[in-house]
């Protein structure tokens, strides 16, 4: 399946991923709207990592046999059919930080701003291409299949 | 081909995706002695306090059997298993038979015997129907003693909280959840837990459950002499694994039933996952019983996959836990106390004033426990640590940072991570 590359080699750490991430999830889908007036606001579901000179945009990389699923205690966590994205239902889920203990890229935030929920990256579904991917200015994200 | 699962939680849920995995056209068949499809058993507590309605019970949606093709009998029991024949025998005296047979029967709770547990308002804490009761009773309680400053105790001390139920746990260590945090991190959980009113009565256990006359639970008498009133005991020292189905059968227990990496048992034909099965523990390199709900799901999906011929070898498990205790989240896996003397590294983190303990257990440069309370974001990054044997020497004096990520990775580790499907 196809899933989002970063490099960090021409990443600037610009963070408008992050940005157009929240957009993306946004109810308005406007920027000025989603930072100023709307709530509850997204969490970013793609990070930006920095130390010194490097930075790269880091997000659930849809793994193959998901340990968010297997200790997901509600069944919120889940795979959209068999070669599908990792999805989450906000509504089974409960916060109880399970996915948070396991995902080996630390990839799932801890929304609590109305009820504890698991926050993270759904690809854009329905979108052609993520929007972080179609906003980074310096092109260091691809939306790719390698394998 | 004939797939029989005994249970109906983590570990049967899991056999069940496994097999379907590979296998489509196999027939599945499921028993599961309560009548509920399959919920979660870590929501009880959730249930209790209210947070999570009946609808939301569920550990797979409704259509799963369906999706899944799976045909149950439910609120029945197992009670046999013949191996020769290859059949189970059921409490309404029918058999089934099976060409491939998962025992997934999780765990039965541990109550010590206590002179008096046998009274009414005594009682444990583990399936939805406990905790049915439970709600039903709460109206009704003043005073709770809980036995047990487990997680399970805990929870139950949580699901009760929300009622502003009088709660008292009585816990045996000199701390609650103490296998699975330090006395630093319970330090933190246990001060908040005395600004929310709870008696915590530590270093003791219950002596005596006293009675009135019609045989209701009115006191307690502690080991170490203090007397408590109370209208309901909730026992929840621990569960153990539920091996009575193969008690008189040949399958080889230890403390649990014995399988390898496939989930075999030491009958042909017969595979054991989850908190019944004693399944290889990657931190102590031998087989152990961790009662963990990924643990169950990981095993009953290995062992469904090896049920259709796949054979997939079971990474191994180990300790870990998420708790919430007095909304401060902590996180913890792996070793997380270690013992003096043994060449382990210990690193910590101590900010009292924003309620931030973290600590990384290290041996032969590689990491093998830590313990996140307060800032537990990004923690599963730890656990891929210790699972992957990464040797963290490079980035040692980094891993208690409160921005400890990828980043800190040596540039090879990090670049193949972010640039490669992972497992
Ligand atoms: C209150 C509570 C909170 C918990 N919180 C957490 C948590 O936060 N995180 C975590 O990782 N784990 C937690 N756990 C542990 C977790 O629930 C278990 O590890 C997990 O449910 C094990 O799954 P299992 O499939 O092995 O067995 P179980 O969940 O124990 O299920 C056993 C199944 O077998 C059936 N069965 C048993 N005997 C028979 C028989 N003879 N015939 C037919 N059917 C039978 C039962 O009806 C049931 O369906 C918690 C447990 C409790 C009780
Ligand atoms: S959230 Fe983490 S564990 Fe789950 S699929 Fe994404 S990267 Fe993998
Ligand atoms: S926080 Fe939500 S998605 Fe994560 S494990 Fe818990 S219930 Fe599942």
Redesign the interface.
């Known amino acids: 399946m196809k ?1 989002v ?2 490099k ?1 080699e021409i990443c600037a750490g610009c963070r408008l991923c992050e940005v157009w991430c929240v957009v993306a999830h946004s109810k308005s889908g406007d920027i000025v709207k989603a930072f100023n007036s709307e709530f509850p606001r997204p969490l970013p579901r793609v990070m930006v ?3 010194g000179p ?3 945009a ?1 997000q659930c ?5 998901p ?2 699923i ?2 997901c ?3 919120a966590m889940f795979r959209d059919g ?1 070669e599908g994205p990792v999805l989450h239902d906000p ?2 889920c ?1 916060g ?11 990839a ?3 929304d609590v701003t109305i009820k504890k929920i698991a926050s993270k990256c759904d690809l854009c579904q329905g979108e052609e291409e993520p929007s972080c991917v179609a906003h980074c200015p310096n092109e260091a994200l691809v939306f790719e299949d ?2 | 081909m004939k797939y029989v699962i005994i249970g109906n939680s983590a570990a049967a849920v899991g056999c069940v995706e496994g097999i379907r995995k590979y296998d489509s056209d196999g027939e599945i068949l499921l028993v599961s002695k309560e009548p509920y499809a399959t919920y979660s058993r870590p929501l009880i507590s959730y249930y209790l306090a209210g947070q999570v309605d009946a609808r939301h019970m569920g550990y797979r949606p409704a259509s799963f059997y369906k999706t899944h093709r799976v045909t149950t009998l439910l609120g029945s029991e197992a009670v046999g298993l013949d191996t020769k024949d290859k059949s189970v025998r059921l409490s309404d005296g029918r058999t089934v038979a099976y060409d491939k047979l998962l025992i997934a029967t999780g765990g039965v709770p541990f109550v010590p015997p206590i002179e008096g547990s046998d009274a009414e308002g005594v009682m444990t804490f583990t399936t939805w129907d406990d905790a049915k009761r439970l709600k039903r009773l709460v109206p009704r309680l003043k005073k709770v003693v809980i036995l047990g400053g487990g997680l399970i105790g805990i929870k139950a001390m949580e699901g009760l909280q929300a009622h502003g139920t009088d709660i008292t746990v009585v816990e045996l260590m000199d701390r609650i959840l103490g296998l699975v945090l330090d006395k630093t991190a319970t330090s933190f959980l246990e001060r908040k837990l005395k600004e929310e009113g709870v008696h915590l009565v530590k270093e003791t256990t219950i002596k005596k459950i006293h009675k009135d006359n019609a045989g209701r639970a009115v006191g307690v008498t502690l080991e170490n002499g203090r007397e408590l009133a109370t209208d309901q005991v909730i026992i929840a020292i621990g569960v153990r694994p539920n091996i009575g189905l193969v008690k008189d059968s040949p399958v080889e227990t230890n403390r649990g039933i014995v399988v390898d990496y496939f989930m075999r048992t030491s009958e042909a034909d017969v595979y054991a996952a989850g908190d019944v099965a004693e399944a290889d523990d990657i931190l102590h390199h031998e087989p152990r019983v961790i009662p963990i709900l990924p643990n169950a799901y990981k095993q009953g999906k290995v062992a469904g996959s090896s049920m259709t011929g796949n054979e997939i070898e079971y990474p191994g498990g180990m300790v870990m836990n998420s708790v919430e205790v007095g909304g401060i989240p902590a996180i913890s896996a792996g070793i997380m106390n270690p013992p003096d003397d043994e060449g382990y590294e210990v690193k910590r983190l101590i900010d009292r004033k924003n309620g931030v303990y973290r600590k990384m257990v290290i041996r032969d440069n590689r990491l093998v426990g830590f313990i996140l309370i307060g800032a537990i974001d990004r923690a599963g990054i730890y656990t891929g640590l210790i699972r992957e044997g990464v040797n963290i020497s490079p980035f040692k004096n980094h891993l208690t940072d409160l921005d400890f990520g990828v980043i800190c990775f040596p540039k090879d580790l990090r670049t193949y991570k972010i640039s490669n499907v992972y497992m």
């Open positions: 899933r590359y970063a960090e990592e920095e130390a490097f930075s790269f880091l990389r849809h793994c193959m046999e340990p968010c297997e200790a205690m509600t069944g068999a509504e089974q409960v109880c930080w399970m996915c948070v203990m396991v995902c080996p890229y630390g799932i935030a801890r390698r394998g």
